[in-house]
């Protein structure tokens, strides 16, 4: 009797053991006590014995099945607690495992250089003024003492909007505009968008511009000088020298043309900017009495800046937006 006890149970603890899913321990639960189970059939048996051994054999049986109940029931528990925890780490973020990589925008090179020059001009007193794209013929040119017919228009070709409206082609109208609406001592810096007919390697139609001027009771080309060097240095190195050449713009009196070295030791010069005292008459323009205020003005291509800074050799290569030439910056 006790080696039918054994055998049975020994193999059904066996599987019961080996159980690794609950759907596994449902199929076992079905196999030994469902109704073609494996006990009802022992049970069966009991028919084949002589009467006294039937109640021996019952009891036993009936054990067998308990024990076999109770082993199935905590292995279901255990299995039940697994798979919850199965669960729980398979829903859970694994913090261990390497991070995907985020790539970061970044400001455009060109807004790099705009925001480092007008940093270098505001510590240096200078008050940041913006103005409009869309300029009147008048401000662009006429009160910036070139008239229809003046030679200096045909290198200011623009885009008109209508008669009287045109996109600007410097940012010098801001001075006129700052002028007439507020009062001197003024320092000013305005970075901007300006057009022109122009497209080759060191040209574009629309590009930006920088406006920095002064008008004071008693400025002169010194002032000019000094915060011209101090400005390039600031910006493009201490290393640059800077070349003042004579020139002529409308608007200004005398005026200069600056260079920047660049190739040291090569004795290499690129043309940065354009500057000068303001014209005694753009002061009147500006309803400004030329003997009683003075003040110098330059303007500079921003692209020309950065194009040094960094050793650009073609200015396309800013509007372009080619993110391999922009992750450089
Ligand atoms: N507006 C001139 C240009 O775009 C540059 C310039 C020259 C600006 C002389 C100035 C200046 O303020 O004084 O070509």
Known sequence: MEEIRELFLGTIKEKIEKLKTLEEAEKLRVNVFGRNGMIKSKFKEIKKLSPEK??????VLNNTKRE???????????????????????????????GARRSFGRLHPITQVIQECVD?????????VEAPEIET??????????PEWHPARDLHDTFYVD??????THTSPVQIRTMESRKPPLRIVSPGRVYRKDYDSSHLPAFFQIEVFAVDRD?????????????IKSILGKDKRVRFRPHYFPFTEPSIEVDVSFLEGKNRWLELLGAGMIHPQILRNAGLDPNEWQGFAFGMGI??????KYGIDDIREFPRNYLGFLKNF
Request: hydrophobic share 45%; proline share 1%.
């Open 163 to 168: 008669d009287e409206r045109l996109l600007r």
């Open 68 to 98: 076999i109940e109770l082993l199935l029931s905590e292995k279901i528990k255990r299995l039940k607690e697994m798979e919850k925890q199965n669960e729980i780490i398979e829903k859970t973020v694994d913090l261990t495992l390497p």
């Open 120 to 128: 270098v001009f505001s510590k240096m007193g200078f008050e940041v």
């Open 219 to 231: 400025i002169s080309i010194a002032d000019l000088k000094a915060t011209l060097e101090n400005a």
């Open 303 to 308: 692209e020309r800046i950065a194009m040094l």
């Open 137 to 146: 013929s008048y401000y662009n040119f006429k009160a910036l003492n070139t």
């Open 54 to 59: 039937r109640a021996e054999f019952g009891k």
